[in-house]
């Protein structure tokens, strides 16, 4: 069972314009919602988080935007740069302190085009 | 950057046999993590640690077994490697924060 969804595998978006990345969860349980991004052949890299008592953090080009009543959360990307090209991960802590486990989501491939 | 260091960075290997992937880390971080990445199931923890010789499964630990022995290193073994565990595998390390910071991976191909 799938507790953290990215319903959409990829997304292209022209540069200078917003990019939108959705994630969706089941567990009311999560307190806590990172996104990371990916290149290839490289590790996630942290990119901005979200507390589940906030409805929206913003950093830079990037803003995190949470919707409790609706399970949902949300990466706006303003504007888009060709270097954004990546997959973005959201995740998902409900365990906050000790062991802090986090619940990745399947990824989706964002392309910026120049 | 938390200073991890995965080795080694690919291995081809053949059904059957042990395989020991090492997560090296330099910050001191007491709590490491290891995932696994496959196509349509993003990342998933294989196991975790929370200190020197504290160890515990995560949702995909069959198959695999982890040591700690030093707060720096955090090892994976697959005893008898399968071709269903051809993936990347990556180590992530965290202090108190909730954010894991993550190497850069090893990509693990069982012929």
């Known amino acids: 069972d799938q507790q953290v969804k990215q319903n959409s595998p990829s997304l292209s978006v022209q540069e200078g314009r917003i990019s939108i990345l959705n994630c969706d969860y089941t567990n009311s349980m999560f307190d806590y919602f990172l996104w990371y991004k990916k290149y290839p052949a490289e590790g996630p890299t942290f990119l901005i988080s979200i507390s589940s008592i906030k409805d929206k953090n913003e950093d830079g080009r990037f803003t995190v935007f949470l919707n409790k009543s609706a399970k949902h959360l949300s990466l706006h990307i303003v504007p888009s740069q060709p270097g954004d090209s990546a997959v973005y991960f959201c995740?998902?802590?409900?365990?906050?302190?000790?062991?802090?486990?986090?619940?990745f989501g399947t990824g989706t491939l964002l392309a910026v085009q120049p | 950057d938390a200073g991890i260091t995965q080795s080694p960075r690919h291995k081809v290997t053949e059904t059957g046999t042990p395989v020991t992937l090492r997560c090296h880390q330099t910050?001191?971080?007491?709590?490491m993590y290891w995932y696994r990445q496959d196509p349509g199931h993003g990342l998933r923890l294989i196991h975790y640690s929370y200190g020197v010789k504290d160890t515990d499964k995560g949702e995909v630990s069959d198959g695999y077994s982890v040591s700690r022995s030093k707060t720096e290193d955090f090892l994976l073994t697959l005893e008898s490697a399968t071709s269903s565990q051809t993936s990347v595998y990556f180590c992530a390390a965290r202090d108190r924060i909730y954010e894991q910071y993550f190497g850069p991976g090893t990509r693990l191909t069982v012929t």
């Open positions: 910050e001191n971080h007491r709590y």
């Open positions: 995740a998902a802590s409900a365990e906050g302190g000790a062991t802090n486990k986090l619940i």
